[in-house]
């Protein structure tokens, strides 16, 4: 990379991700659909005292980024994991992506999104819904 695109792609780590990374809302299943409505966990559990994005207000603008997720994963015919994980693996910021998996079939449907990519719109669809939603959280 030149200097130059290297520092474009700080600036836009640092103006779009610094304050909320994105690969934090993939811990603990929140974008892949797995949670819809607010849960109260057990105060042990990570998502009731680390990631603000089971507690309000967070929670729901992460709803509504799993809205658009929601629209391209219907439109492509693929689980809305499939989404998350494509989405990070063509940012170039993000080095490694760390996948949970509990079942050989969900190992499976994960590593099948590197059989296509999002296209540049859905990529900017996605980095909008981003900002707009979650980087304006505050």
């Known amino acids: ?21 994105v690969e934090a809302l993939y811990t603990q299943g929140i974008l ?6 607010l849960t109260n966990f057990p105060a042990s559990d990570n998502r009731s005292r680390f990631y603000k994005h089971f507690q309000e207000p967070m929670f729901s603008k992460v709803m509504k980024l799993l809205g658009v997720m929601d629209e391209i994963a219907a439109q492509r015919q693929v689980p809305l994991s499939q989404i998350a994980i494509n989405w990070a693996a063509q940012k170039p910021f993000i080095s490694s992506c760390i996948v949970g998996a509990q079942t050989r079939k969900k190992i499976e449907e ?29």
């Open 1 to 21: 990379l030149t200097v130059g695109a290297k520092e474009a792609i700080m600036t836009d780590m640092q103006n779009h991700w610094a304050r909320e990374p």
């Open 32 to 37: 892949t659909g797995a949670y819809r409505t």
């Open 110 to 138: 994960n590593c099948a999104c590197f059989d296509w990519s999002l296209t540049e719109t859905e990529m900017r669809t996605l980095d909008e819904a981003i900002h707009r939603y979650l980087d304006a959280a505050d």
